[in-house]
């Protein structure tokens, strides 16, 4: 027989999540469930007293602990208050649909009789992560936590539960009769919290019950807010508590992770969120090399949100077909080889059941040009949005064997780049353009992020009418109707903190910094790289990569002076250029690519030849620390950005016009089930995620000549390898970037 259920709140920080929680819950209890709040002496007097004014009206049970017993005496006590009934933990940072969420759970614990935990889908969840496996996600393509839950109950499940080696705490249903077996919490052994609900879950198997991971429910977890002062100090106590405890434990959980059985579910369920999304569908079509597209293609995710529903479609590791990703980590995606006939017409299948209005190209490096008929075939449109040269002529920067700008003379440009970049066999880089000029003109719009790239791409293309009338330049959204803050002056001091940006490349100026922080004397300019070389810099302060989440943190940390961006090739736009205008600080850049219109009207901003010898960047910086007058490289707006009308930027493109014009989807009437059933092969035993974002043998072997190459002992027989050859080496073992895989 099924019992009464409490739902048990610990509290402690959090006023605002509280509420969401406290109110979401409210919503949809039924008259056999009944909250349980309980106040673990929260430092927050706001909090404590809405919690006590909600009580007072009867909207829920509050217990006060007279003095801080941190999470597990918290729960503990809760879970004492009514020794007959079921309890659901539910932390104070999460938030339930608007639905019938809870009968689902209660009816579920009672399928099978040895149930000992049940844990629903959620964003922020670990194992039960959705839609990337083991992530902290968003809230799929901007729905809300109703809508997410509707999806979850209604897709087609042969199985509604699947069993896992442990629940998770933040909505975790427990049955009375198991706990009455196995008893409560152990706060002896764990103190104020982590790891009590996994060694429960533990201790509940031994003692032959099951935990289960519910498919038909999903609720929304914020994380870390009510006890994250508590928590994170003790995580690695924990685990080796628990690896004490139950020593078969991480094996369990690392099987779990490897077979995945909650695969399918998620790939269901993203499926029919996207089929279902309220607005228009846009497939993304880009590269697998990470960098800056990547990071445009996670900004209209963003900025969009509810607004547009964004697929992505991009090579495969494999290079026999193309991965298409239902959320923006990818790491549930479906991989078709598009060389196999049936493969192909069973994507195409796919992509018209979603309803894809639009495609939009951002990148065609390792693209079947099958890719190319999909607008036809799909009866849409296509965009494209030029990031790099790669259509110029094949060489995504335009430079030289040296990592230099190869110029602007057509005659000398081509050869030069087709040097660094080689072209097909029987291709030469005129007959790229015209391979690609037909393709474009056809395009509804193509999107230049500057108009330095507008200019030099067309006239590569000679200025094509079509092409230019169907060309718009438009900065990212990042920067669309942004008020950068005002420069703060350069301070007298010694010595100068220069701050560099980045991944840097031999094009992105890695090789020139070296040089020039080689020829200053020590102590009269630092140089710091908040990111890192393609190898080890000599006298550079390097920091590592960053992150969004730390990278304010960082900034603060190395409190440089002014920010320097020594590239050596024609940058299209540049984020690092966009949090150096953000940061209030002097920049110096070359009169080269998008910096000089990105910096135009922008005070202390200093522009040197990109192309000055190391000797002169030097002296450009010993005048700096000597406090000179260096006016002469102050930047100012050149009569050369003055350009037409119709290559000016446009304002609130995204904002306004990116979404315009879409037509409605002509959705066929095919079933979800009827889709999938067609599509089942694509579902494989081995997760695409391992396939596209884990280290391969390759690139393990990568890393290990990279770490090599870093050893002193290594350093003058590496740079005395041609830097072609070890671009080869280095394409050969891996096509993504280095910084990409040491992230991994």
């Given at each position: 027989?099924?019992?009464q259920?409490?739902?048990?709140?610990?509290?402690?920080?959090?006023?605002?999540?509280?509420?969401?929680?406290?109110l979401?819950?409210?919503?949809s209890?039924?008259?056999?469930?009944?909250?349980?709040?309980?106040?673990?002496?929260?430092?927050?007097?706001?909090?404590?007293?809405?919690l006590?004014?909600?009580?007072?009206?009867?909207?829920?049970?509050?217990?006060?602990?007279?003095?801080?017993?941190?999470?597990?005496?918290t729960?503990?006590?809760?879970?004492k208050?009514?020794?007959?009934?079921?309890?659901?933990l539910?932390?104070?940072?999460?938030?339930?649909?608007?639905?019938?969420?809870?009968?689902?759970?209660?009816e579920?614990?009672?399928?099978?009789?040895?149930?000992a935990?049940l844990?629903?889908?959620?964003n922020?969840?670990?194992?039960?992560?959705?839609?990337?496996?083991?992530?902290?996600?968003?809230?799929?393509?901007?729905?809300?936590?109703?809508?997410?839950?509707?999806?979850?109950?209604?897709?087609?499940?042969?199985?509604?539960?699947?069993?896992?080696?442990?629940?998770?705490?933040?909505?975790?249903?427990?049955?009375?009769?198991?706990?009455?077996?196995v008893?409560?919490?152990?706060?002896?052994?764990?103190?104020?919290?982590?790891?009590?609900?996994?060694?429960?879950?533990?201790?509940?198997?031994?003692?032959?019950f099951?935990?289960?991971?519910?498919?038909?429910?999903?609720?929304?977890?914020?994380?870390?807010?009510?006890?994250?002062?508590?928590?994170?100090?003790?995580?690695?106590?924990?685990?080796?508590l628990?690896?004490?405890?139950?020593?078969?434990?991480?094996?369990e959980?690392?099987?779990?992770?490897?077979?995945?059985?909650?695969?399918?579910?998620?790939?269901?369920?993203?499926?029919?969120?996207v089929?279902?999304?309220?607005?228009?569908?846009?497939?993304?079509?880009?590269?697998?090399?990470?960098?800056?597209?990547?990071?445009?293609?996670?900004?209209?995710?963003?900025?969009?949100?509810?607004?547009?529903?964004f697929?992505?479609?991009?090579?495969?590791?494999?290079g026999?077909?193309?991965?298409?990703?239902?959320?923006?980590?990818?790491?549930?995606?479906?991989?078709f080889?598009?060389?196999?006939?049936?493969?192909?017409?069973?994507?195409?299948?796919?992509?018209?059941?979603?309803?894809?209005?639009r495609?939009?190209?951002?990148?065609?490096?390792?693209i079947?040009?099958?890719?190319?008929?999909?607008?036809?075939?799909?009866?849409?449109?296509?965009?494209?949005?030029?990031?790099?040269?790669?259509?110029?002529?094949g060489?995504?920067s335009?430079?030289?064997?040296?990592?230099?700008?190869?110029?602007?003379?057509?005659?000398?440009?081509?050869?030069?780049?087709?040097?660094?970049y080689?072209?097909?066999?029987?291709?030469?880089?005129?007959?790229?353009?015209?391979?690609?000029?037909?393709?474009?003109?056809?395009?509804?719009?193509?999107?230049?992020?500057?108009?330095?790239?507008a200019?030099?791409?067309?006239a590569?293309?000679?200025?094509?009418?079509?092409?230019?009338?169907?060309?718009v330049?438009?900065?990212?959204?990042?920067?669309?109707?942004?008020?950068?803050?005002?420069?703060?002056?350069?301070?007298?001091r010694?010595?100068?903190?220069?701050?560099?940006?980045?991944?840097?490349?031999?094009?992105?100026?890695?090789?020139?910094?070296e040089?020039?922080?080689?020829?200053?004397?020590?102590?009269?300019?630092?140089?710091?790289?908040l990111?890192?070389?393609?190898?080890e810099?000599?006298?550079?302060?390097?920091?590592g990569?960053?992150?969004?989440?730390?990278?304010?943190?960082?900034?603060?940390?190395?409190?440089?002076?002014?920010?320097?961006?020594?590239?050596?090739?024609?940058?299209?736009?540049?984020?690092t250029?966009?949090?150096?205008?953000?940061?209030?600080?002097?920049?110096v850049?070359?009169?080269?690519?998008?910096f000089?219109?990105?910096?135009?009207?922008?005070?202390?901003?200093?522009m040197?030849?990109?192309?000055?010898?190391?000797?002169?960047?030097?002296?450009?910086?010993?005048?700096?620390?000597?406090?000179?007058?260096?006016?002469?490289?102050?930047?100012?707006?050149?009569?050369?950005?003055?350009?037409?009308?119709?290559?000016?930027?446009?304002?609130?493109?995204?904002?306004?016009h990116?979404?315009?014009?879409?037509?409605?989807?002509?959705?066929?009437?095919?079933?979800?089930?009827?889709?999938?059933?067609?599509?089942?092969?694509?579902?494989?035993?081995?997760?695409?995620?391992?396939?596209?974002?884990?280290?391969?043998?390759?690139e393990?072997?990568l890393?290990?000549?990279?770490?090599?190459?870093?050893?002193?002992?290594?350093?003058?027989?590496?740079?005395r390898?041609?830097?072609?050859?070890?671009?080869?080496?280095?394409?050969?073992?891996?096509?993504?970037?280095?910084?990409?895989?040491?992230?991994?």
């Amino acid at each position: 027989m099924m019992k009464q259920l409490d739902i048990i709140v610990p509290v402690y920080r959090g006023l605002q999540e509280t509420k969401e929680c406290l109110l979401s819950s409210l919503q949809s209890l039924p008259s056999w469930a009944q909250l349980i709040v309980v106040n673990d002496a929260s430092p927050e007097p706001e909090l404590t007293l809405w919690l006590r004014q909600q009580a007072d009206a009867g909207f829920f049970t509050l217990l006060e602990n007279e003095q801080n017993l941190g999470f597990v005496g918290t729960v503990n006590r809760g879970m004492k208050l009514n020794p007959d009934r079921d309890v659901l933990l539910l932390n104070s940072d999460v938030e339930v649909a608007d639905s019938d969420w809870l009968e689902r759970m209660r009816e579920a614990a009672y399928i099978h009789d040895k149930v000992a935990s049940l844990t629903p889908f959620s964003n922020n969840a670990t194992i039960c992560s959705f839609p990337d496996f083991c992530a902290d996600n968003g809230l799929f393509a901007g729905l809300n936590v109703t809508e997410i839950d509707a999806v979850f109950s209604a897709i087609p499940l042969e199985h509604k539960l699947i069993q896992v080696p442990t629940g998770v705490g933040f909505c975790m249903y427990m049955r009375r009769d198991c706990m009455n077996a196995v008893g409560l919490f152990d706060e002896e052994t764990f103190g104020k919290g982590y790891g009590e609900e996994n060694d429960w879950c533990q201790r509940a198997a031994k003692a032959g019950f099951v935990n289960y991971h519910q498919l038909n429910v999903f609720a929304y977890h914020k994380g870390g807010v009510s006890f994250q002062d508590e928590g994170d100090p003790r995580k690695a106590r924990a685990m080796e508590l628990l690896q004490e405890l139950h020593p078969d434990y991480t094996a369990e959980v690392h099987r779990f992770i490897a077979e995945d059985p909650a695969r399918q579910a998620r790939q269901l369920a993203a499926l029919a969120l996207v089929r279902s999304h309220p607005s228009s569908r846009i497939l993304l079509v880009t590269h697998r090399l990470g960098g800056g597209v990547t990071q445009h293609l996670d900004e209209l995710q963003n900025f969009f949100a509810r607004k547009a529903c964004f697929i992505r479609l991009k090579p495969a590791a494999d290079g026999e077909g193309v991965l298409l990703s239902l959320s923006p980590l990818g790491a549930d995606e479906l991989h078709f080889n598009l060389h196999k006939r049936d493969e192909y017409q069973d994507m195409l299948s796919l992509l018209k059941w979603l309803g894809i209005t639009r495609v939009h190209f951002h990148h065609l490096m390792g693209i079947d040009e099958e890719v190319l008929t999909l607008p036809a075939m799909l009866e849409c449109d296509y965009k494209v949005t030029v990031h790099d040269y790669y259509l110029l002529n094949g060489n995504p920067s335009l430079t030289d064997e040296r990592g230099r700008f190869a110029g602007d003379d057509p005659a000398v440009r081509d050869i030069a780049c087709s040097r660094h970049y080689p072209l097909p066999d029987g291709t030469n880089a005129e007959s790229w353009r015209d391979h690609w000029l037909p393709w474009l003109q056809q395009a509804k719009q193509v999107i230049f992020p500057s108009r330095d790239v507008a200019v030099r791409f067309l006239a590569a293309f000679n200025d094509d009418a079509l092409l230019t009338q169907h060309s718009v330049v438009a900065y990212h959204p990042d920067s669309e109707n942004k008020d950068w803050p005002a420069v703060t002056p350069l301070l007298a001091r010694k010595p100068i903190k220069v701050l560099i940006l980045g991944a840097l490349s031999r094009e992105k100026g890695a090789e020139l910094l070296e040089r020039v922080a080689c020829l200053l004397p020590s102590g009269e300019v630092e140089f710091h790289l908040l990111g890192y070389g393609f190898r080890e810099l000599k006298n550079v302060v390097t920091h590592g990569a960053y992150v969004p989440e730390n990278l304010q943190s960082k900034l603060r940390a190395i409190n440089a002076d002014l920010i320097w961006f020594p590239a050596l090739w024609p940058e299209t736009y540049s984020y690092t250029f966009s949090i150096a205008l953000d940061s209030g600080l002097p920049v110096v850049y070359p009169n080269l690519g998008a910096f000089m219109e990105r910096a135009a009207g922008r005070n202390e901003s200093y522009m040197l030849p990109w192309n000055s010898t190391p000797e002169q960047f030097a002296a450009f910086w010993q005048a700096m620390a000597a406090d000179l007058p260096v006016t002469q490289w102050l930047a100012a707006d050149s009569e050369e950005l003055l350009l037409s009308e119709h290559l000016r930027p446009q304002a609130d493109f995204y904002g306004k016009h990116y979404l315009a014009a879409l037509p409605a989807a002509n959705i066929p009437t095919e079933l979800l089930s009827d889709v999938l059933v067609k599509a089942s092969k694509l579902l494989t035993q081995q997760t695409d995620q391992q396939q596209s974002s884990a280290v391969t043998s390759r690139e393990r072997l990568l890393l290990l000549l990279w770490r090599v190459r870093q050893l002193p002992v290594m350093r003058g027989l590496a740079q005395r390898v041609p830097y072609t050859w070890q671009q080869k080496l280095k394409l050969a073992l891996s096509e993504r970037q280095l910084h990409e895989i040491l992230k991994k």
